[in-house]
């Protein structure tokens, strides 16, 4: 019993696929007449020999469709298009197109099927028509694509759509789509969006120059990294001029001393020149000396952190394009996760990625 239950559940799950794949639409319409209506929009400068060539076409795709060879089917009534654009064919081709899953191509072909009314396809045609072309737009979506950067080139999964300014609107298939703008001297632009059954995505594209996008990928404005480069140098300078001022006080103080009575004229039994021997005068401006010695090498430590923190920040600075992700907000993180075993470990290993 079992094993008929499995086969019974077996059953009905291929019931279900072929009944998916089962065409809902499966009669063409009749091949039209050759003859007459010579003024009609879908005869006009068709010789009557070449329709009866194109309804041969038309006839043997309707017998591949029977069979059915609908990919067989579509060439024979895309042929007959190529020879006579009568309103049946294209209504004929999409039929065939709906049951090779082609939906976006039937859709196209019913609309120029039905742009010249029901005259050509007949009442009950063109109200099927109507019916499955409604039913084909409720599977797939929209997408509204707008740039206005002059000469921008508008690609949607890589095929042409369009050269900016201006924008389009056309029907997709209900799934992810990719929509990119490119230009010479541009940072390209690149969006990703799904497009769900019967929705309509707008999206507007905007183009900046490759040196904007490079402004916009620095972390500060331009000049404030030069600014700290050019104050640590400035507090650099500042400190070799002290420098320079120290060193002279030492000089003058150097010449005074050795004018000293007890330097010129030393008494062997004396220690040497004591404070009583050396102004107060003197004194101070050695201690003054001392002291822009100390304020110059201040002024060189400050100086030279600056400048290396500037040269930091202009390094950090530096031009980088952003990068363009999938719209709509979502995270452009990712995360791993692997299994990890080992002889003596079995875990997994969790990485994420921004």
Known sequence: MKIKHGWLCAGVVLVGLLCERAPLHAQPTTAPATTGDDDKPWNKGVPEQVREAARDLFLEGNRLFGMPLFAQAAEKYEAALGKWKHPAFYFNLAIAQLNLGQDLEARESLEQGMKHGAEPLGDDAFAEAKKIRLEVEHRLGRIRVSCQTPGAEITLDGVALFTAPGSHEDWVKAKPHEITAKKDGYQAQTRRMVVAPGALQSVDLKLITLTEAADSGRRWAVWKPWVV????AAVAAAGGGIHALASRNFNEFDDEFLQLPCVTMPDPTAPGCTDTDVGSDLN???????????????????GGALVATGVVLLYMNRPRLAEQGPSGGAPSGRVVVLPTVSPDMLGVLVSVSR
Not at 229 to 232: C, D, P
């Open 284 to 302: 101070g401006q050695l201690k003054r000396a001392r002291r822009q010695q100390a304020i110059a090498v201040g002024g060189y430590l400050a």
């Open 229 to 232: 480069v050019a104050a640590g």
